[in-house]
């Protein structure tokens, strides 16, 4: 495998240089374009044939750069077990990368190269996208053997490090699966928050969506109603109710289709203490993550999750920055497992916990009542006297009386969101656990060891101090956890405890 | 050999000796926050006094609620840099800050990624610097501590960096007994 021979990438690679960049230039380049966009609309004449010719010169432009791209294009594993990489067009860069410093190696297969057999070979450096090296259009059996080269010597190296012999274990080496059906994979769509994502994307064009669904739509829908004598009330108002109808239907239909084409025929397998997962509809991504590189794992399970009975599990590994578990979950490192039932969390999880068993079974911890009592008076009370005199200077006394029903309503939300709070800790062989809850209409935990934590505040105010409570925050290498309202002596004991698991546990957290 | 011996009672954080921030810390807080609210209270008075329909909306005596919001906040720093302190323990570093919400942080010195010491130009006048330590995931430095004087900051950068070698000579000396 090793030479030191500077080898080309297939001229197929074109493809994706070009895909690449394009995409780049639509995800960066067209928002830095933007000044010369409004110049252009407002001051240009002829805007039609400035347009067309814009364009031409864009994807001719595009078309070169990506030819001499692909021209300088060069890399080499050397038997220095490293990975050189020679690219660039006006900035020429020589990139070196050890494969010691490797952390995973993703086989992914767009769409391009499939009847090809033809991959794109990912390696990345330290769980962020800025580290990730990728040689584009590779045949399968030789990213596999580059996968399999750099892995094996990680392998030694981990076993050069390591203090304590490594016995293999025949029972967990034997494969162990899970397969999500696509029609599971769709009600990840219900469930998670990717409408808002797509409604998100279209943000820049919201004004011109509204304008379009106005003059298209609208003044139409209007028209008709108005024809119709059996509607009672403004054919104004019920146009606008079923355009934004029609508008959740769609967000919630794209909503399916982005978890279809980033889950699409999900398969997750367990071998050799590593998590080897394929799933992707236009691109087939293979994601390898060791067991022992995950930080904490993420039960959810919301509202809509909660009625399809499903649950989402999340592993992220170390995060570059960003907030905490939300930029852990869009990490490209971050194993996700959509749609799970009860019984496959189990499974899953029991491969990552040997102990694991119902979390609804374990001894939680509440918080003490003066977090209810607090979360009343500031989540409920407050916003119900805003909502009362708002109204009253506006309506008539009857309104106001509807506003008060706004209380009954948030007391049961920060009611259940108090009862949903919780902490616990398992012991396992000489191994200690934490599991954090929390939630409200649904629920969230997050398991981890403790010695993974990276750090423990305790906070308190004046009023806390007076009744003896504290709040923890543990920060994780993927995201932070918090418990609010203990006693003081369990959050004092707690943070002693995570300390002196990190200081005295000798093996590698990440 | 790594023993694990079960432990009875674990070191108590709450014991800590927290050691005050240096002299001079007072002058940098009390300084940096003039240098911000000096120009902005003049603009404030300035557009009053030349914009005439401010300055038939606004009486005169509101405009001594400034130099009063001034002072009290001079007084919070005083408090607030009393407040912070800092500790060095064997294997981790403790730091407390807060009047209202009081925090106290510990980082284990095994989990810190990357060390940054800042002197910003008030600071190198007085002798100071501020010290960042990160450790992974997080979205800034976990513990951001300013008005250190430069000698100890630079000490504990060292003491940070002997730590991982330390660490590995104590397991090589066991490893060659």
């Not at chain 2, 011996?5 to 927290?18: A, D, V």
């Not at chain 2, 007085?126 to 976990?142: E, H, K, Q």
Request: proline share 3%.
């Amino acid at each position: 495998m090793n030479n030191n021979e500077w080898q080309r990438v297939s001229r197929w690679a074109l493809v994706y240089f070009i895909v690449h960049f394009a995409i780049r230039f639509f995800k960066g380049g067209l928002l830095n374009l933007l000044p010369v966009l409004v110049v252009f609309v407002t001051q240009v004449e002829q805007k039609w044939f400035w347009a067309q010719i814009a364009t031409s010169v864009a994807v001719v432009g595009l078309f070169v750069y990506a030819f001499a791209y692909f021209i300088n294009f060069k890399y080499r594993i050397s038997s220095e077990q490293e990975i050189l990489l020679n690219k660039g067009v006006f900035k020429k860069e020589r990139l070196t990368l050890k494969f010691a410093r490797v952390q995973n190696v993703n086989i992914a297969e767009p769409f391009y190269f499939q009847p090809l057999n033809l991959v794109n070979c990912i390696f990345d450096a330290a769980g962020s996208n800025a580290q990730e090296v990728v040689i584009p259009g590779v045949k399968l059996n030789h990213a596999e053997q580059v996968r399999e080269q750099v892995m094996a010597f990680k392998a030694q190296l981990q076993q050069e490090s390591s203090d304590e012999q490594v016995i293999p274990d025949e029972a967990v080496s034997s494969s162990q699966t899970l397969s999500i059906s696509n029609a599971e994979i769709a009600k990840f769509g219900l469930i998670s928050n990717m409408a808002i994502l797509a409604l998100a994307a279209l943000a820049p064009f919201i004004n011109a969506i509204f304008e379009f669904l106005e003059t298209a739509f609208i003044d139409r829908l209007e028209a008709v109603f108005n024809e119709q004598a059996v509607f009672i009330g403004s054919a104004a108002t019920m146009a606008i109710m079923v355009a934004v109808l029609l508008m959740i239907l769609v967000a919630v239909l794209l909503s399916v289709v982005m978890a279809l084409v980033r889950f699409f025929n999900f398969q997750l397998y367990l071998q050799d203490e590593k998590f080897k997962r394929i799933a992707g509809l236009f691109e087939r991504q293979q994601l390898s993550v060791s067991l022992e590189k995950i930080q904490s794992v993420h039960i959810k399970q919301n509202v809509i999750a909660r009625l399809l009975k499903r649950y989402t599990v999340v592993c992220p590994q170390v995060s570059s920055g960003g907030a905490g578990v939300a930029s852990a979950h869009k990490n490209k490192q971050t194993l996700v497992m959509p749609v799970l039932t009860a019984s496959q969390v189990r499974q899953v999880c029991s491969w990552l916990f040997p102990w694991f068993i119902d979390l609804k079974e374990l001894n939680f911890i509440k918080p003490e009542r003066a977090l209810l009592y607090k979360n009343t008076v500031l989540y409920a009370l407050l916003p119900t006297c805003v909502a009362v005199v708002f109204l009253h200077s506006m309506f008539d006394l009857l309104v106001v009386l509807w506003g008060l029903l706004l209380l009954p309503a948030l007391v049961s939300m920060v009611y259940l969101s108090y009862q949903k709070t919780g902490i616990a800790l398992y012991h396992h062989e000489n191994r200690y656990f934490a599991v954090f809850k929390t939630g409200m209409l649904g629920s969230q935990y997050r398991v981890f060891e403790v010695y993974k934590a990276q750090s423990a505040t305790t906070t308190s105010t004046y009023l806390m101090r007076r009744s003896e409570l504290k709040s923890l925050y543990i920060q994780l290498a993927s995201g932070s956890v918090t418990m609010p309202y203990l006693k003081c002596n369990q959050a004092n004991q707690f943070v002693d405890f995570v300390l002196h698991e990190i200081e005295a546990t000798q093996r590698s957290w990440f | 050999m790594f023993s694990n011996q079960q432990i009875e009672t674990l070191p108590q954080h709450q014991r800590i000796q927290f050691q005050s921030l240096a002299d001079k810390a007072i002058w940098h807080v009390q300084i940096n926050w003039l240098i911000f609210y000096l120009p902005l209270m003049a603009v404030i008075i300035a557009v009053r006094y030349f914009n005439t329909n401010i300055a038939s909306s606004i009486a005169p005596h509101w405009l001594l609620v400034l130099p009063v919001i001034v002072l009290l906040s001079l007084l919070y720093n005083v408090y607030s840099v009393r407040a912070k302190g800092i500790a060095v323990r064997e294997h981790d570093i403790a730091f407390k800050r807060g009047l209202i919400w009081q925090h106290v942080t510990l980082l284990p010195i095994a989990r810190i990624q990357h060390t940054e010491i800042h002197r910003g130009p008030i600071e190198r006048k007085l002798g100071l610097a501020t010290l960042r330590l990160y450790s992974a995931g997080g979205m800034s430095a976990d513990l951001h501590i300013s008005g250190l004087t430069d000698k100890y900051c630079n000490d504990i950068r060292q003491f940070i960096q002997n730590y991982g070698c330390d660490e590995r000579v104590k397991s090589d000396e066991s490893i060659d007994e």
